[in-house]
């Protein structure tokens, strides 16, 4: 990704003669070692630390489909070209993504059209690692969601729902996906009747979860999807950092990748605390 400019200042580099060469041998040479680090902006905060959700996307991140996994080839290097580039394939739904509502619908806003005012909202993490721990096909259940609202109050309105099942601390291991023998996979998700009552009676916009998946993993009908993302409405799969937000207080961002008519994509996502 370049900076604003960045594509002027390259083409101006490359029409001088040997210039990309000579800058690689001062680099070398260290001659830059001393540089200062750009210094940071210092505006108006109102938060006190940013907390990173988003895991790490690499060739060996387990993904939904087996052969969806992300590929990276090295396309110029700092030694023979004086930069380095690399190309990377993936499908949209690989790493921490999101899912746009046109993903489980016929019709619906694709990735770019999602409002950027419903990206960032309040966050709420239900924390269900008991049970996920008993039961790894468990499901959050509008029990779960009483028993936090008993707990914290409402369920902010136009939230980011969270669940936190303890699943992102497998990954990248194969204990993410928990494929059993016949290749069936075993993780929690929402059950329909929590996405039902999150959309109908709290109004929230947003699902996020830390697998693979918002329905659970041996779910052979997508329930949550078909209830959730065809109501207009975005989720997150393979959310990570959950044990570093509070249950409630925290604004979540998603970054998503601006993609005509894309489907979803890998997002950079963070928490505001």
Known sequence: MCVPGCHAAIHSKLNRRGLFKAGAAALAAGTLAGAASPARAKGIRVFNRV??????????????????ALGVEQLTTFAENGFNTRRYTMVEHCGTHIDAP?????????VDEIPLDDLVLPLAVIDVRAQAAENPD?????DDLA???AKHGDIPEGAC?????GWAAKAPGDGFANRDDEGVMHFPGFHVEAADMLMSERGALGLASDTLSLDHGASQTFDTHYAWLPSGRWGVECIAGLDDVPAVGATVVVATPKVGGGTGGNSRIMALV
């Open 51 to 68: 907390v990173d959700l988003t895991h790490t996307l690499t060739p060996d991140f387990p993904t939904y489909i087996p052969d969806w």
């Open 161 to 165: 729902i969270a669940m936190n099942s």
């Open 147 to 149: 028993a936090w609202e």
């Open 138 to 142: 468990y499901q959050l259940s509008p």
């Open 102 to 110: 046109i993903h489980f619908a016929a019709e619906g806003a694709t």
